[in-house]
């Protein structure tokens, strides 16, 4: 049988690409089980307003912890959860703990707090997102005006009439939206100005070139000046280090996200985060 394998492997497809495959599928069967059984979870990580250093929001993150207690990334996990169709059922999950987690924060007195919530293309071209949005806000009594959903670039660019219709709808609901990984991908300005989005995340990476050359700074700012154009917040990921945050307040982008400020935080270590950050600037 192995020998057999081995053969019509070599004809169909190498080696490799078939390992690939099977350790796609296994993943896949092992991904739905975590997530049955309950073993994923969501982290959240603080956004912060860089010149006052107050939390504004976090970003929700999944989690899914291996059976051999390894972590396994979100960037592997994610595309096989769109490939096998569970994001749908994923995705919901995850705004729905988003949203009970911004209930218990605004209970704790933050109540102007804010947050963001991934959202796949294969959750967004589902015909029933903005029944399930709805019905998520309403069961869990979350307040839309604090919900973001982040969908990236590329999503943006896709099926104009069809993409600026549901941005409109989610903007009725009081949701807001945020294009991440922005400076990625390859939006035009008049594109833009055509979708009801609300902020814009700048990748990680150009917030890294910042210090690192003369010129490294001139995609972030492009991109700020972008957001002043268009009337768009800025929000900046991957913030490491206080001479990023410097340069960053210098462009005017006042919000910030990274590993400066906090890494992404279980639901309890949130709770003390907050009143701790808060007691101490
Ligand atoms: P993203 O939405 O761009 O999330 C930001 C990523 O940057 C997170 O990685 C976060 O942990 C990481 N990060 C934040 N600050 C820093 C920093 O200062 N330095 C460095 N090196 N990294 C930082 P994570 O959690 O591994 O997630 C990776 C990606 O997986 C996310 O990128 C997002 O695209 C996707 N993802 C995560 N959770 C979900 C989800 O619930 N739904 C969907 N559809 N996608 C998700
Ligand atoms: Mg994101
Ligand atoms: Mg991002
Ligand atoms: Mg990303």
């Not at 490491?240 to 906090?262: H, K, M, N, P, W």
Request: with cysteine; hydrophobic share 40%.
């Amino acid at each position: 049988r192995a020998k057999l394998q081995q053969r019509t492997g070599h004809f169909y497809f190498s080696r490799s690409m078939g390992i690939d495959i099977r350790e796609r599928v296994n993943m896949m069967h092992a991904l739905r089980a975590a997530f049955e059984q309950k073993q994923l979870f969501v982290v959240y990580q603080p956004q912060i307003d860089i010149t006052t250093r107050t939390p504004v929001g976090a970003e929700a993150l999944l989690r899914w912890r291996g059976d051999d207690g390894t972590m396994i990334s979100p960037d592997r996990f994610i595309p096989i959860a769109e490939y096998s169709g569970l994001i749908i059922d994923l995705g919901e999950w995850v705004l729905r703990q988003a949203c009970q987690e911004l209930v218990r924060i605004h209970q704790q007195g933050f109540t102007d707090f804010m947050v963001s919530v991934n959202v796949s293309q294969v959750q967004f071209r589902h015909p029933h997102f903005l029944t399930m949005l709805r019905r998520t806000l309403q069961e869990t009594n979350a307040p839309a005006h604090c919900v973001e959903l982040e969908i990236t670039e590329s999503m943006a660019m896709e099926e104009p009439e069809a993409l600026i219709r549901l941005l409109d709808q989610i903007t009725a609901t009081g949701v807001s939206i945020a294009i991440d990984d922005f400076g990625t991908g390859f939006s035009s300005l008049s594109h833009l100005q055509k979708l009801n989005v609300d902020r814009l995340k700048i990748d990680r990476a150009f917030v890294t070139e910042i210090t690192e050359s003369a010129r490294g700074s001139s995609i972030a700012e492009a991109i700020i000046q972008l957001g002043r154009n268009l009337d768009l917040d800025v929000v900046a990921e991957g913030v490491e280090d206080e001479r990023q945050a410097e340069i960053l307040t210098e462009l005017g982008c006042s919000v910030g996200q990274g590993y400066l400020f906090a890494k992404p935080l279980t639901s309890d270590v949130l709770h003390n985060w907050l009143h701790e950050y808060t007691n101490r600037h």
